[in-house]
């Protein structure tokens, strides 16, 4: 036997080794996401967002203003760079897991636990790479998970001050995006299902908690009085519209599931919920019935609407997280309930199979990113898709000095976004349709932009004088060239560029202009169709 100082050692040493093999793997993924971040290029919803970044408003027409927060305050430190834009993407990461961690650890008090929901994080593409790319639904995972955080700690003490911390967190959620929504019903079933339903609906905490929420969204509610509520409007088309059902998009979003968070941890997840649902419920547990209902209600409301409508690859990115905190304590709580120890194994196999083939994932797809010359998926490379702007922007900058053009015109708001991130507002650029969009912006310097001639880059598709702007613009427009955007030898897309004088675009039009509407009337297909432009979504 070991003298007993040395057993003390021995088991301190073999408690310490997960939290040291958790902590090198975090540290090693960020470092890779900090790479990633610093060496590609913005994407064009990303590069949309930092034009936020640079305003002083509210809100906004798409989202929020909270991603502009973030963004503001990475590039307040690093500068107009890819890594500065990036950075509090790297930081919501590193302090979700945290968060993450503590809730496992404070249920189960089990290390292993928290190492496998840490770990899960890591192997699931959403997470383990994309909290790098710049997304309303960055600071909402963040804010969500430290919301139920809040909770976990108000089930754990019983201390109802803890509402108010959760009140906190869900205003911030809201301040990030409106999907936040979709948690409510999971809220309202943990303090409604257990038994303590009753000493909470006559405590004015939980209230107290829904008032500070509403006034932290302020806001966005000051923002849409002043507006005639657009940012509703907008985002109720997906909401409310009607389609018809297609397996397509159905099989679409059970295919990005599989992709992002991964193809052997989607259904460990899924097994895992389910277990914790069956649980919270039968035995009214609140926090398993928190976790399990912030996966559940989302994720089938989501599925629903797949089968009429293409689901944005952001989408469900609040929810999973809940779903690795609900499969970790899962795991912890399948020995103590006496499930046969074949099963507990199993089970443990794999999770452990998913982590590993999980992260292998992240890091394939990082290098393929990052290093790789070929371009395996064609135009419909999720990064490629929206890369290779180089020899857009340089044909532009050469037309500019060719022309004596002294501003920058374009019809899209992607493209707008591109042109302002490459020339960093050395040049003025203007979107000059939908410019309900940019309410309360500030107006580029018109100096250069009255009576002076300017240049027009706009989608190939798009530059159709049967379309607006062109039918509402009364410019003298004088074609120049056409340019293709390559990524990896494939061109992604082709983009006109043309001179035009004799107009000096209306940057606050009426509402019943069609230069300031967000939605187009295309008289070019059969019958009219409305087409709804989004950051997270290309919809038609």
Known sequence: MAPPDSFRKET??????????????????????????????????????????????????????MIAWFVRFGTAIFGDTSFGVRFSGLVAMLLTQGLLADIVWRVTRDVRSVVMAVAMMEASLYYGLLMTKVAPDVPLVLFVTAMAWALVRLAESGDARWWLAAGVFAGLAALSKFTVALLLPAVLAFMWVPAWRGRWLRSPYPWAAAVIAVLLFAPVLVWNMQHDWASFRFQAVRATAAHPWSLRTLGEFIGLQFGLVGFVLLPVVLVGVALTAWRGFRRREAVAILLSTAVIVPFFYLLWKSLSLRVGDTWPTLIWPFGFAATAINLSMLRKEGWSSSFVAMSHRWVRIAIVSGIAFVVAVCFYYLAMPFNFIGRTDPVGGEAGYEPVIARTEAELQKTGATWIATSDYRTYAMLRWFFHDRVPVVQINERGRYQGFREPDMGLIAGHAGLYVGLKPFDNPAIPPWSSIPAKREPLETVDRVWRGIVMDSYAIEKFSGWTPELSPPPDSPLFRWRVLAGIFEGPVRVVASPDSRLT
């Not at 080794?17 to 290029?41: C, E, H, N």
């Open 12 to 65: 301190q040493n073999s408690a310490l080794k997960p939290w040291l093999g958790v902590i090198a793997l975090v540290a090693a993924m960020t470092v890779l996401r900090g790479v990633y971040a610093g060496l590609t290029d913005l994407r064009t919803d990303e590069a949309y967002y930092w034009t936020w970044s640079k305003e002083n408003v509210l809100s906004f027409l798409d989202h929020p203003p």
